[in-house]
């Protein structure tokens, strides 16, 4: 205790000193540690609950987006089946309408060549009239009045009939 004497070691003081540090101490923490700590540990939670809300936000955003791509992806097949659809029938519509311009076509060409030959026939029916009254005519020049028309005729006619109808031409005879 002589060495704290003779450093001027006073207890009274020393008590008191210790009596205030601990005044000051509770004084201090009641008015500035307790807020300052709650103020932290709020401030901590804030920051947790900050990175929870971001993580939670993530985590949606995620999930939509997942949902979304699905969606896009749901959307982009169902364009293709209806595109595929769609050519589909186009392709049948496209079958169906050729095959009616073939069968048109057909049918148009069957009637054109009937015509034709309708109308061939009609014309060699005129030309061999016309080639029976000619050569009538011209037997009643040759002959004159010894040419009796109604005798002449049938036979004119049934060589005409047999020469031109068969194709075989008067050139022959």
Same mark, same amino acid.
């Given at each position: 205790m002589e060495? $704290?004497? =003779? $450093?001027?070691?006073? *207890?009274?003081?020393? *008590?008191?000193q210790i009596v205030i540090f601990l005044a000051l101490w509770n004084l201090m923490s009641a008015l500035f540690w307790k807020p300052y700590l709650a103020h932290l540990k709020s401030r901590e939670q804030y920051v947790a609950d900050a990175y929870r809300r971001?993580? +939670?936000?993530?985590r949606e955003m995620e999930h939509l987006r997942s949902e979304y791509q699905a969606h896009i992806t749901q959307i982009e097949n169902e364009a293709r *089946?209806?595109?595929?659809?769609a050519i589909k029938e186009a392709q049948a519509e496209r079958e169906r309408i $050729? =095959? +009616? *311009?073939?069968?048109d076509a057909e049918t148009l060409l069957r009637e054109s060549v009937a015509t034709m030959e309708q109308e061939g026939k009609r014309a060699l029916e005129e030309l061999r009239a016309q080639m029976a009254q000619l050569a009538l005519q011209t037997a009643s020049r040759a002959l004159g009045p010894a040419a009796d028309p109604n005798l002449l005729r049938p036979t004119i006619e049934e060589h005409l009939a047999r020469n031109i109808g068969n194709g075989t031409g008067l050139a022959r005879n």
């Open positions: 060495i $704290l004497n =003779s $450093l001027g070691f006073d *207890a009274k003081v020393w *008590a008191i971001v993580e +939670e936000t993530r *089946a209806r595109i595929q659809t $050729l =095959s +009616e *311009a073939r069968t």
